[in-house]
């Protein structure tokens, strides 16, 4: 399980370090795709390949368009974390979720996955489902 939240800096190469708890479930490699509410999702193998399995039987039952399925496998990229338990994020990832090099980000668990966020974005999100969770609008 993945669970809490850490702020992290991306660096000017784009590479993050993912919180030490997170790594062994993690390494050697994990996939990067567009995560829901413009993050990053960060999966591990097995998670990935359910995930994908998922996607295609809702295709099949017409409960999401090819157009999704084929905008989440482009978006997909397969990482190797490096001895200093960071990974790459992709450009394009990065333009999607809203991330700046050389700033700050938040790494959030989200149960089967990690995820990675503008901090602002993350708190309006984050917010908002607290709001949720305490039966009250915002």
């Known amino acids: 399980m993945f669970v809490g939240v850490h702020e992290r800096q991306l660096d000017p190469k784009g590479r993050v370090a ?3 708890a997170f790594r ?3 390494e050697p490699r994990c996939y ?3 995560g829901n509410d413009k993050c990053v999702d960060v999966l591990t193998a097995e998670a ?3 995930v994908a399995n998922d996607v295609m039987e809702k295709v099949r039952r017409g409960e999401m368009t090819r157009a999704q399925q084929r905008a989440l496998a482009a978006s997909a990229v397969e990482v190797t974390i490096d001895a200093q338990g960071r990974i790459n994020i992709d450009e394009k990832l990065r333009e999607y ?3 700046v090099l050389d700033s700050r980000v938040i790494i959030s668990g989200s149960f089967d996955r990690c995820e990675i ?3 602002t974005r993350h708190q309006r999100v984050s917010e908002a489902g607290t ?3 305490a039966g009250g609008a915002a």
């Open 18 to 20: 993912l919180p030490a």
């Open 24 to 26: 062994p479930r993690l």
């Open 32 to 34: 990067l795709a567009l």
């Open 48 to 50: 990935f390949e359910r």
């Open 97 to 99: 979720a809203g991330l």
């Open 117 to 119: 966020w503008d901090p």
């Open 131 to 133: 709001q949720e969770m």
